[in-house]
C-alpha cells in the first residue's frame, strides 16, 4: 500500500491561521514587524523573500525588505542590523542566506539581536536549544515537528534518523527530536552503513542536498519520511533528496517535493515573528 502523503501545504495554511487568528485577538494595534536583509540578486533568494512578503500582508504581520548590492560590505550590512535592532516596530529579523564571500556569515548572523533573531542562527538561541529552554528554533526543523504533529505521529520512542547534520536544518531537527524523547541518529558524509542505519529508522529525514539520495531500500517498512531537499535537475524539475515513486511504496507517511517541507519553513517564520512580538509585549 501506497504512504500517506504528508501535505505541507495544508498544515503551512492552519500555522498561518493561527497566526492571523492571534494577531487578530490580541488586538489593540498589536502589529508583529518583520525585516528581511537580501545582499546580492540570487534569484532563489529573492523568490523566497517576495513569498514571505505575501504571506505576511496575508496574516497581518508588517514587513520590510532590504536589498544591498552584491558587493556591499560587511560594515555595510552590520550597521543596517544595528538599525533594525533598535527598531521598535520590527520584531523579526531574516537575514538571507547566502551571504558573499567578503562578508562574514557567523559574524552577522550573531549581530542580529537574540530577541529578534526569528530564525534561530544566535549562539544565544542555538544554546537555548540545547538546554530545551524557550528561545527561537530555526524554521525548517520547527516546521518538521509542526508536520509530525498535525499528521498524528507519535515522536516518543521512535527511533529517528536525520541524514545531513547541518546547523540549520540537522542539528537542530536532531534537538527537537530528542527533546521529544526520540532515539536520534545523526548520519553525515562518513557514516559507515548508511543504508543499514537508515532502514532502522521509524522517522527518517532526509536533508543531504543530494536528488534522490535516499533509495526505496533504504526506507524501512511503514516509516515516516521527510524530505527536506529541494534540487534543480537537468530538465528544470524540482526534486528531493529522496526517491519518492520508491519510497513511497515502502513508507507509511511522506512528504512531497515540492509541496512537502517547504511551504513549513515561511509559515514557521511567521510564527516564530508572531512569539517574538508577543515577548515584547510581555506574553
Known amino acids: ?27 489593540g494595534g498589536f502589529k508583529p514587524g518583520l525585516a528581511a536583509v537580501l545582499v ?12 514571505k512578503r505575501k504571506m505576511c500582508e496575508a496574516v497581518g504581520i508588517y514587513s520590510e525588505e532590504y536589498v544591498l548590492p552584491k ?31 567578503q ?19 544566535h549562539y544565544n538561541n542555538v544554546g537555548k536549544l540545547v538546554a530545551n529552554v524557550p528561545g527561537f528554533v530555526p524554521c525548517t526543523p520547527l516546521g518538521i515537528i509542526e508536520m509530525l504533529d498535525t499528521t498524528g505521529i507519535d515522536i516518543q520512542g521512535k527511533h529517528a534518523v536525520i541524514v545531513g547534520r547541518s546547523d540549520i536544518v540537522g542539528k537542530p531537527a536532531a534537538l527537537l527530536l530528542l527533546h521529544r524523547h526520540a532515539t536520534v ?18 522517522i527518517l529525514v532526509a536533508a543531504i542536498g543530494r536528488a534522490h539520495f535516499i533509495t526505496g531500500n533504504m526506507v524501512k517498512e511503514g516509516a515516516c519520511v ?45 510564527s516564530n515573528t508572531l512569539q517574538s512580538a508577543l515577548w515584547a509585549k510581555g506574553k
Do not use: W
Not at 501545504?9 to 498561518?16: E, G, M, N, P, S
Not at 552590520?78 to 542566506?97: A, Y
Not at 559507515?192 to 532502522?200: H, I
Not at 529541494?230 to 520508491?246: C, M, S, T
Open 71 to 101: 558587493d556591499a560590505s560587511e560594515a555595510d550590512v552590520l550597521k543596517l542590523i544595528g538599525r533594525l535592532n533598535r527598531d521598535s516596530k520590527i520584531h523579526g529579523i531574516l537575514v538571507q542566506l547566502p551571504l558573499p564571500d
Open 226 to 270: 521527510i524530505d527536506v531537499g529541494i534540487n534543480r535537475l537537468d530538465n528544470g524539475k524540482l526534486a528531493g533528496d529522496v526517491d519518492f515513486d520508491a519510497a513511497q511504496k515502502r513508507a507509511g507517511h511522506i512528504t512531497p517535493v515540492p509541496g512537502g517541507v517547504g511551504p513549513m519553513t515561511i509559515a514557521m517564520l511567521l
Open 1 to 27: 500500500m501506497a504512504a500517506s502523503i504528508i501535505d505541507g501545504k495544508l498544515i503551512a495554511q492552519q500555522v498561518r491561521a493561527r497566526v492571523k487568528s492571534e494577531i487578530e485577538k490580541t488586538g
Open 185 to 202: 541518529t545523526l548520519c553525515h558524509s562518513r557514516t559507515r552503513n548508511l543504508e543499514a542505519v537508515c532502514r532502522e529508522a521509524d
Open 103 to 121: 562578508i562574514s556569515t557567523r559574524r552577522i548572523l550573531d549581530a542580529v539581536s537574540p530577541e529578534k533573531d526569528v530564525d534561530g542562527f
Open 40 to 51: 546580492g540578486e540570487n534569484p532563489a533568494s529573492k523568490i523566497y523573500v517576495r513569498n
